[in-house]
């Protein structure tokens, strides 16, 4: 069991609007037993909530983030104020459950495992759409059904419930400022980071499906429109991502998605209809297209858009190249 001590949980924060979720999210961290040493919460440019942040009584560290904007460079910050082997990130919407951190860390007490990850379960406000597939929960930061449902070595782990070790974190610089979420942008700044480490440490990332966290998931995100406009930005993002990482952006791990889950997903639709008689079965079904459908336009469109320029870089700092 890795000894808390060695733990700080690291909360990144934007919005005075989600000030009962933060708050939600701070107690769950502070509330585990035993205990993490630190809780260091870091806002985003916004004085009004550091300052109202700084009148609570709670043990925690609170850091004004008044660089570069976005959920990268802020975490960045909060891990510079870390003193401990271990760090942990906790989205600001999100609710640690019961026995979350000992689970979470767990694994890190293997040297080779250079980083954790947990499992995310939607909490919507209201019902959940009945036409949104499960195939597809990382489009309102949850897990998606497809994920294994045993601990297991992965590729990479989700930043809204994610353990690194402090050194491996360093190593990389952290997460890749300006790319991640910035405003109403969302780019995959935790895959690229979980990639970037592991090539350069070693080391495997570890998925632990029992270490649970609840996010929530605003009204206005149950839509349709949320939905093609999320899988939209997310095509965009990881082609985006594969650019910036050169040989090491590898998109099987995607490629595997596509071709085995979604297909899984929509014969499951099919086969509810036509067994129950649920139409519901057919809208969940048909959501698996538009979504696989819209991620491949905005990949086409990344693709098509992106400055030549931008991939020298990539390929610039890829192994055999940087070599030559």
Known sequence: MT????????????SMDRWSHTIAAIESSLDQ?????????????N????????????????????GERGASATRNLGVAHADTPLVVFLDDDAVARPGWL????????????????????????GTAPPW????????????????????????????GNMAVRLTAFEAVQGFRAGFGKVGDTSRPEDTDFCIRVASAVGGAWVYVPHAWVDHRVPRER??????????????????AMSRLLG??????????YVRRTLPKGVRRGFARAVRHGELIGIARAGAIVVGAGASAVGAGREILTA??????????????????
């Open 102 to 125: 000992v689970r979470l860390t767990a694994p890190l007490a293997d040297p080779a495992v250079v980083g954790t990850g947990g499992a995310i379960a939607p909490s919507w406000e």
């Open 247 to 256: 040989s090491d952006g590898s998109l099987g791990a995607e490629g595997d």
């Open 47 to 66: 004085i009004a909530l550091y300052d109202r942040l700084m009148t609570e009584p709670r043990e925690m560290i609170v850091l004004h983030n008044t």
């Open 132 to 159: 949104f597939p499960a195939e597809f929960g990382w489009a309102v930061g949850a897990t998606y059904e497809g994920m294994p449902r045993e601990q297991q070595r992965v590729r990479n782990v989700w930043s």
């Open 33 to 45: 037993q035993p205990a993490p040493r630190r809780v260091i919460v870091v806002v985003d440019n």
């Open 3 to 14: 000894c808390m001590e060695e733990v700080a949980v690291v909360i990144a924060c934007h």
């Open 222 to 239: 149950g839509t349709f429109p949320f939905f093609v406009k999320r899988c939209y930005a997310e095509g965009r993002g990881k082609i």
């Open 307 to 324: 400055p030549r320029s931008a991939a020298v870089p990539a390929r610039q700092r890829s192994g055999r190249e940087a070599a030559a």
